[in-house]
């Protein structure tokens, strides 16, 4: 059972460092632009209509409504709608990816101590 467990060492030892630099390998290339990266968050912009000028709010609905537009414009104009999705997808791209790397270095750490045995 010796040889057999060697050989599983090396096999698993193997499979963690594929796992690992795969991993960095995918990560290089979405933080270069090379590939997009996975799209878990998606949304879907909106469009703000432009209040007409000369109609004055008279019920406080209407009020309500206009302050709600003009701040929706406000802020697609301080921070535009495709940056939100973007940053969440990147956070947990580099979740995944540190949880793959984990996982790999745990399995090439088993493989070692197969093939210590």
Do not use: C, R
């Not at 467990?5 to 796992?19: D, P, R, S, T």
């Not at 270069?32 to 209040?51: D, S």
């Not at 409504?65 to 003009?70: F, L, N, V």
Request: glycine share 12%; net charge positive; charged share 15%.
């Amino acid at each position: 059972m010796g040889s057999e467990a060697k050989i599983f060492g090396w096999v698993l030892l193997l499979a963690g460092v594929v796992i690992i630099g795969w991993t960095l390998y995918f990560s290089y290339n979405i933080f270069t632009g090379k590939t997009a990266v996975p799209e878990i968050f998606i949304i879907e912009a909106k469009e703000v209509q432009v209040p007409t000028k000369g109609k004055i709010p008279t019920s406080p609905t209407e009020i309500q409504e206009q302050i709600g537009k003009m701040l929706g414009e406000q802020l697609t104009g301080i921070l535009p709608t495709d940056v939100l999705p973007k940053m969440l997808n990147l956070g947990v791209w580099a979740m995944l990816a540190g949880l793959l790397i984990f996982g790999g270095s745990q399995i090439s750490n088993l493989g070692i101590k197969l093939i210590k045995k």
